[in-house]
């Protein structure tokens, strides 16, 4: 085992200029990632304090009883994304109606006899699940005596959209990390090729050549991403007196990004080495 | 096993070789070499010598003819059988071929690591070995920073470490003088007297000589008469 680590930082020693580069190009990587999820929070954050009315309002049914409409709000609540739900009669619509068109009160007169607004919940959702409503509206349609339901769908797929051009510019990076590290794992192994045959004329294994370099990838992953949430770190703290506080990644999102660089690594050491480690 | 022990340890069926395309180097070789022997493989330069050898640790894949050597027919071994076939033998090379980041013990000591030996074994064999060949000064050394005939030491220390079956040693005295070179011959049939066959290619004639050891001579690729 120590033999194994004192090769690996040996083989990372001699892969010179190239290990260099590719910890490089990971730690920027990291720190592109660290952004984009920053931002994405960001956006959840903002979205959550911005937001003045409940982003899913659940119309009932004309002429439930009160026990039936309490029944709803119950099983409403119980759903794991709601947090919070306000019921809103016919009479508090017409209300909330009547302030909107203060200005064009003649629209509305006669409707206190016979009110066509429906009784409804306005529905407050939990912040993480922001951007994923319609797994709430499946849920919410199931409910017996629910007839409509509305949502902000465009704040909504805002959201989506955020984070999908996140995820897609987080993989693509990703992928251009797997492919540094393959380069530079099948640049050292080229310029050791002689050293590789001597270690197989000497009775090596494949494996047994093929870990360290395994764990070269690894170490320069993690050494990386690393190294680029330090890096990224420190900006931010530097930049703090200009923009004012500027929030961190929580620490699972820190431990996360930096064991993708890890697993990037591995992957960047496990392809290219088949081929290039034969007899 | 009983059979295996009646078996020689080098047999070479009808072998050709050619690097490129008619041009052969050997031809039709024939040659058997007993468990236990020790065996001068001699023969003016381009001979043949080091492709002989090189057939024998599946450096090479003959273009035809059949060997075997220690009990593995090497026309028919798999790849993830020959670590294992390597590890019997011990390898002089000609060009030393020596780990450039490595010191003088951890190139030795390599040999053995490969085999996942434990490591006090490890320290214990590579101490002796470095003392028998002369290079305990010299053992934190790397090897651009040793003589040619330190580095020739290295190598034989490194083939016999494992106390290997055989040793194939090719030109395993080119950069020595001629008392060290006796010396390692001595050491050689040292190792022989403790049943370890031995295969060194030479042209150090006097060498030869001073040892009466059995002979094979090759030239322009053909084993003469013995
Ligand atoms: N890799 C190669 N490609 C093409 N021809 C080669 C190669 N290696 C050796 N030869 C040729 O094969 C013949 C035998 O070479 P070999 O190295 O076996 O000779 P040798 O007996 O070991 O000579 P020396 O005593 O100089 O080491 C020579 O004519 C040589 O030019
Ligand atoms: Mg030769």
């Known amino acids: 085992m120590a033999y194994i680590w004192s090769e690996t930082f040996s083989n990372i020693r001699h892969s010179g200029l190239i290990g260099i ?150 993989i693509i990076l990703g992928l251009a990390s797997v492919v540094i590290i393959c380069f530079s794992i099948i640049v050292t192994t080229y310029i050791r090729r002689d050293e590789i045959v001597i270690m197989r004329l000497v009775g090596a294994t494949g494996l047994f050549i093929r870990i360290p370099l395994l764990l070269q990838g690894i170490v320069q992953g993690l050494l990386g991403s690393g190294i680029g949430m330090a890096c990224l770190y420190g900006i931010l703290y530097l930049l703090a007196p200009r923009f004012g506080h500027i929030n961190f990644l929580p620490p699972i999102y820190i431990a996360a990004v930096v064991i993708a660089g890890g697993l990037i690594g591995f992957i960047g050491g496990a392809l290219p080495l088949r081929r290039f480690i034969k007899a | 096993m009983e059979n295996l022990q009646e078996n020689p340890m080098i047999q070479m069926f009808g072998v050709s070789m050619q690097y490129k395309r008619d041009v052969e180097v050997l031809h039709n070789i024939n040659m058997d070499v007993e468990k236990g022997e020790f065996v001068f493989l001699v023969g003016p330069s381009g001979a043949g010598k080091s492709t002989v050898l090189k057939l024998l640790y599946r450096g090479l894949v003959p273009s035809s003819g059949s060997i075997v050597v220690a009990g593995y027919n090497l026309s028919k071994i798999r790849n993830s059988k020959l670590p294992h076939f390597r590890r019997r033998l011990g390898v002089v090379f000609q060009d030393f071929k020596l780990l450039p980041h490595k010191t003088v013990e951890q190139n030795v000591a390599f040999s053995m690591r490969v085999t996942g030996a434990r490591r006090s074994q490890i320290k214990k064999n590579v101490e002796r070995c470095l003392n028998w060949t002369g290079l305990k000064h010299r053992k934190n050394a790397l090897p651009e920073d040793i003589s040619g005939g330190e580095q020739q030491r290295t190598s034989i220390a490194r083939a016999i470490v494992n106390d290997p079956t055989l040793i194939l040693a090719d030109e395993p005295t080119g950069n020595l003088d001629p008392r060290l070179s006796l010396e390692i011959m001595h050491l050689f049939e040292r190792l022989n007297t403790r049943g370890t066959t031995v295969l060194v290619a030479t042209h150090d004639i006097n060498l030869v000589e001073q040892m009466e050891k059995r002979v094979i001579r090759i030239e322009k690729g053909k084993i003469l008469e013995e």
């Open chain 1, 21 to 170: 580069l590719s910890v490089i190009v990971i730690a920027l990587t990291a720190m592109v990632v660290s952004v984009l999820l920053m931002v994405a929070n960001y956006i959840h954050a903002e979205l959550n304090i911005v937001k003045q009315s409940p982003l899913i309002v659940a119309f009932l049914q004309e002429g439930l009883d009160d026990d039936t409409r309490q029944d709803i709000g119950e099983k409403i609540k119980a759903l794991p994304q709601v947090y919070s739900t306000l019921y809103v009669s016919k009479k508090d619509a017409l209300e909330k109606t009547r302030e909107m068109f203060s200005d064009q009160e003649e629209i509305l007169e006669g409707l206190e006899d016979f009110n066509p607004l429906p009784e409804s919940y306005e529905i407050e959702l939990k912040a993480e699940y922001i951007g994923s409503e319609r797994i709430l509206v499946s849920n919410l349609k199931a409910i017996p005596g629910i007839e409509d339901i509305q949502y902000a769908q465009e704040t909504s797929r805002f959201v989506r959209n955020i984070e999908l051009v996140t995820l897609f510019i987080g």
